[in-house]
């Protein structure tokens, strides 16, 4: 049986248990989890996906500057100014359109800038002398193909096979089965293998309390709505209290409705102030709600069927496990 420690008093309990038989405090799912249960159950008419749209600008909160993923010798480089030209997608998805229709893929993404987050295969130089790197597929030749320009060897430098990383550059199109960038640039780099237990541990904790604070602005961006400033819990009880009067098309939702409504509403409440607390306790901000790391994990979070490399790396495995707490 699967255990893991209450919040309030330490205490061992089930993960199946609603609350803990010690101290009574109810354990909750996480935020993408009650969030995505809420809509689907609550929104209908429209067939909503919980997923992050990955493939069209992000109206977003500003990036914060403490991002609590690198260790001293590979401070954290995410570019804060993200053009709104800029896609974010998964390396594997970039191979997979690629594959299905390289006409299409072609019509899509060539001359484009695209943002690639994914685990790192290979490390190279090619036959002539330019710095380039491999993004993990899942399959061993069909590998993102990203060339660097020279000024970018000191960062290129201080990166490792299977790290996380994300990378921008310019599509050019797919020689050999493998999609090309060129003008590479790093944007972010994840932990490295050296980095400590505890660093690790706090870095996982910080991603995982943002993630809960930023899980209400993500579905809303998903469902077409751009928030301002931080999300907080009453914008997502709007939202759902919205899809109710669309359910009913003008007539009244039942007493049952309303209180799972305000039910949500409060797990919200209560996992967001936890959140914050984490946060304040180890002093550090909360990470911007674009950020490479928390797409990621949301993606991998909601979409149990996603094979994509990063989904199995440990370090998104253990943020989502600290968020699911």
């Given at each position: 049986?699967?255990?893991?420690?209450?919040?309030?008093?330490?205490?061992?309990?089930?993960?199946?248990?609603?609350?803990?038989?010690?101290?009574?405090?109810?354990?909750?799912?996480?935020?993408?989890?009650?969030?995505?249960?809420?809509?689907?159950?609550i929104v209908s008419g429209v067939a909503v996906t919980i997923a992050v749209s990955l493939?069209?600008?992000?109206?977003?909160?500003?990036?914060v500057a403490n991002s609590m993923m690198t260790d001293k010798a590979s401070s954290s480089?995410?570019?804060?100014?993200?053009?709104?030209?800029?896609?974010?997608?998964?390396?594997?998805?970039?191979?997979?359109?690629?594959?299905?229709?390289?006409?299409?893929?072609?019509?899509?993404?060539?001359?484009?800038?695209?943002?690639?987050?994914?685990?790192?295969?290979?490390?190279?130089?090619?036959?002539?002398?330019?710095?380039?790197?491999?993004?993990?597929?899942?399959?061993?030749?069909?590998?993102?193909?990203?060339?660097?320009?020279?000024?970018?060897?000191?960062?290129?430098?201080?990166?490792?096979?299977?790290?996380?990383?994300?990378?921008?550059?310019?599509?050019?199109?797919?020689?050999?089965?493998?999609?090309?960038?060129?003008?590479?640039?790093?944007?972010?780099?994840?932990?490295?293998?050296?980095?400590?237990?505890?660093?690790?541990?706090?870095?996982?904790?910080?991603?995982?309390?943002?993630?809960?604070?930023?899980?209400?602005?993500?579905?809303?961006?998903?469902?077409?709505?751009?928030?301002?400033?931080?999300?907080?819990?009453?914008?997502?009880?709007?939202?759902?209290?919205?899809?109710?009067?669309?359910?009913?098309?003008?007539?009244?939702?039942?007493?049952?409705?309303?209180?799972?409504?305000?039910?949500?509403?409060?797990?919200?409440?209560?996992?967001?102030?936890?959140?914050?607390?984490?946060?304040?306790?180890?002093?550090?901000?909360?990470?911007?709600?674009?950020?490479?790391?928390?797409?990621?994990?949301?993606?991998?979070?909601?979409?149990?069927?996603?094979?994509?490399?990063?989904?199995?790396?440990?370090?998104?495995?253990?943020?989502?496990?600290?968020?699911?707490?």
């Open positions: 049986m699967a255990l893991t420690k209450c919040k309030a008093c330490g205490n061992e309990i089930s993960r199946a248990a609603k609350s803990c038989p010690r101290c009574g405090e109810p354990r909750s799912a996480s935020l993408a989890k009650i969030i995505g249960a809420g809509i689907l159950l493939n069209r600008p992000q109206s977003l909160p500003a990036p480089i995410r570019d804060a100014s993200t053009a709104a030209s800029v896609l974010k997608i998964p390396s594997q998805q970039l191979v997979l359109d690629y594959q299905k229709n390289e006409v299409a893929a072609d019509a899509k993404y060539r001359n484009r800038t695209v943002e690639l987050t994914g685990l790192l295969s290979d490390i190279r130089k090619d036959a002539l002398d330019r710095i380039y790197v491999t993004l993990d597929s899942g399959e061993s030749w069909k590998q993102v193909h990203c060339t660097f320009r020279d000024e970018q060897s000191p960062l290129v430098a201080q990166l490792e096979k299977r790290q996380l990383v994300a990378v921008r550059g310019e599509v050019r199109g797919m020689v050999m089965n493998s999609p090309i960038l060129e003008k590479c640039t790093v944007t972010w780099m994840g932990p490295k293998s050296e980095l400590s237990q505890s660093n690790r541990e706090t870095a996982s904790l910080v991603a995982a309390s943002s993630l809960d604070l930023c899980a209400p602005t993500i579905v809303l961006e998903q469902l077409g709505k751009h928030p301002d400033g931080n999300p907080q819990a009453n914008s997502v009880e709007q939202l759902l209290l919205d899809g109710l009067a669309r359910k009913h098309d003008g007539g009244t939702p039942t007493a049952a409705e309303f209180r799972q409504v305000k039910d949500m509403s409060n797990q919200f409440n209560r996992m967001l102030k936890r959140a914050r607390a984490n946060l304040d306790r180890i002093g550090v901000q909360a990470m911007p709600c674009d950020h490479p790391l928390l797409l990621v994990a949301w993606r991998c979070q909601v979409n149990a069927a996603d094979s994509s490399p990063e989904c199995g790396s440990p370090f998104v495995k253990a943020v989502i496990a600290k968020q699911a707490h």
